[in-house]
């Protein structure tokens, strides 16, 4: 199984597909206010960027998003004027980042935020992942699905809808929970404030997860609060070996801490290592990809493809 989808790229699609080098030459004119040592400091581990890689896509990108941003606005601004509105809330536009574990998601959004805060009209410009709205592991533990972490039901929805629907309505101040990788849980006591930002990126795995159908849920999706949203997307043997990649590398660092749930992983050889990272990616997070994940990726406003070397070679762009 490949992460194409013949339906996204058939003659008759909803998207709009461009290749790489007619999307790099859309904004040849606009300046990029980006450093080589900003772009260094926020690159996900494992997820190799360079000015190149940034000019091509990112600022392409960042122009087409500030076409959309000052859509909403000026909609807003006319939906005041016909409701006789003196003071309407100023709401922020809300950018949805979806794919699989080690695909890059956290780069994209990174470098997202960095690019938007440099607007001249958005100099707020927050970033939430969704990994602190999982349930903590003795929840998850007490549920019996440890093992299903980062799985749909190992999130707090209700939570997460909670707080989206608070910032979308404009309300000044806004806490989220906080997630760390290295004791692998959400931290007791910790908060993000998030505070009427311009505009705000919601990163994770399943924010393009439609609404839960069942009798009683809640019919409403984390994405209905979307202004735009992108799926990082790959081929799934190219994924598994960005997150061997990110095993091996974080055996030398983030694992080899006294506080890092995953130290006893420091220790391996690197045939130990190996074999465990391709284990835990065959009987988690591939089944997450396929389940859960890659069946979001149409739900998107815009697709990245990258090709093995991380480098984004085609986009899709819904034509509405």
Do not use: C
Not at 12 to 33: C, G, K, Q
Not at 222 to 240: H, L, M, R
């Amino acid at each position: 199984m490949t992460s194409h989808n013949a339906h996204a790229y058939s003659a008759i699609s909803p998207f709009t597909r461009i290749e790489r080098a007619d999307w790099d030459r859309l904004v040849d004119h606009t300046p990029l206010p980006l450093t080589q040592e900003d772009i260094t400091r926020i690159a996900s581990l494992g997820d190799p960027i360079d000015m190149s890689e940034v000019d091509a896509i990112y600022r392409p990108l960042s122009a087409l998003l500030q076409l959309y941003v000052d859509g909403r606005r000026r909609t807003a601004r006319e939906r005041a004027t016909f409701l006789g509105e003196q003071t309407p809330t100023p709401t922020p536009f809300v950018i949805g980042i979806a794919g699989s574990v080690a695909v890059g998601k956290s780069t994209v959004a990174r470098l997202l935020q960095l690019l938007l805060q440099r607007w001249e009209h958005t100099p707020r410009v927050d970033l939430v992942t969704t990994d602190g709205f999982l349930y903590p592991n003795a929840v998850l533990e007490e549920k019996g699905i440890m093992a299903r972490k980062g799985f749909p039901e190992s999130y707090d929805r209700q939570a997460l809808l909670n707080f989206l629907a608070a910032v979308k309505s404009g309300a000044g101040d806004v806490t989220a929970p906080v997630y760390s990788h290295v004791i692998y849980d959400v931290v007791p006591g910790k908060i993000l404030h998030i505070e009427a930002p311009d505009i705000l990126i919601v990163e994770g795995v399943n924010v393009l997860q439609p609404p839960r159908l069942h009798p009683g849920a809640l019919g409403v999706s984390v994405s209905d609060y979307f202004d735009f949203s992108i799926y990082v997307d790959a081929e799934e043997s190219d994924i598994e070996q960005w997150y061997v990649d990110r095993f091996l590398t974080l055996r030398q660092t983030a694992f080899s801490r006294e506080d890092s749930f995953f130290r006893t992983y420091a220790s391996l050889t690197d045939t130990e290592a190996e074999a465990t990272a391709r284990m835990v990616w065959s009987a988690i997070n591939l089944p997450n990809l396929r389940e859960n994940i890659a069946p979001t990726r149409e739900r998107a406003t815009m697709i990245f493809h990258k090709d093995q070397d991380h480098r984004v070679d085609s986009l899709l762009l819904r034509k509405d």
